[in-house]
């Protein structure tokens, strides 16, 4: 794949993300059952300041997004991360990530940890976080539920 790009998100990336959000192969391993293309604008709406996009060929590809702590958490941030699925294992989530790190190291953040947990059948995600340097703090009993079966999750932190 040739280059691509990061930026942050605006209003324009709404579409493309939500394809995202509604495939298969990335809702699988979210917490939410799909997104409206509404819910979608809202979502950019609210957090793009803290939504940094992948571009590719005019397209977001990929996105990451963060929350920064308060008080005595100001120094953490949560995230999350997708990556449309006919762009997987081409280095975009790694590029998406590093420059996710750069951002809140540059806010004077120390700790960060995903959203929530990482389902624990996601070994995609957990390998891809392995390899970026995040470590398992715990296990998160059947914290989901996908249809009538419960997921446990895995709680990840990396030190910036
Ligand atoms: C997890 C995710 C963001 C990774 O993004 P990506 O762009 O495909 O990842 P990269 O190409 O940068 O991969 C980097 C490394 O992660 C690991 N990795 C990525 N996909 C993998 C897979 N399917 N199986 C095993 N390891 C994998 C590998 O170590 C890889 O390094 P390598 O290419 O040298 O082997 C992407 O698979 C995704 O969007 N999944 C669906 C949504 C999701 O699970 N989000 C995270 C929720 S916690």
Do not use: P
Not at 123 to 140: D, H, I, N
């Amino acid at each position: 794949m040739s280059a691509f790009l990061v930026r942050k998100a605006s209003l324009n990336d709404a579409e493309a993300l939500n394809e995202m959000i509604n495939q298969a192969a990335v809702n699988m391993y979210m917490v939410r059952n799909g997104s409206s293309l509404k819910d979608t604008c809202e979502f950019i709406q609210r957090v793009k300041e803290n939504l940094l996009v992948a571009e590719y060929n005019g397209k977001a590809v990929g996105q990451a997004n963060y929350e920064l702590g308060t008080h005595k958490n100001a120094h953490t941030a949560s995230f999350g991360i997708a990556v449309n699925a006919g762009c997987h294992g081409k280095g975009i989530g790694t590029v998406l990530m590093n420059a996710l790190f750069d951002e809140l190291r540059a806010k004077g953040v120390t700790r960060l940890e995903s959203h929530g947990g990482v389902f624990a059948d996601n070994k995609a995600a957990l390998s891809f976080y392995t390899k970026l340097g995040f470590k398992v703090e715990g296990l998160q009993h059947k914290a989901y539920k996908r249809g009538n079966t419960f997921v446990d999750g895995v709680r990840i932190v990396r030190f910036l």
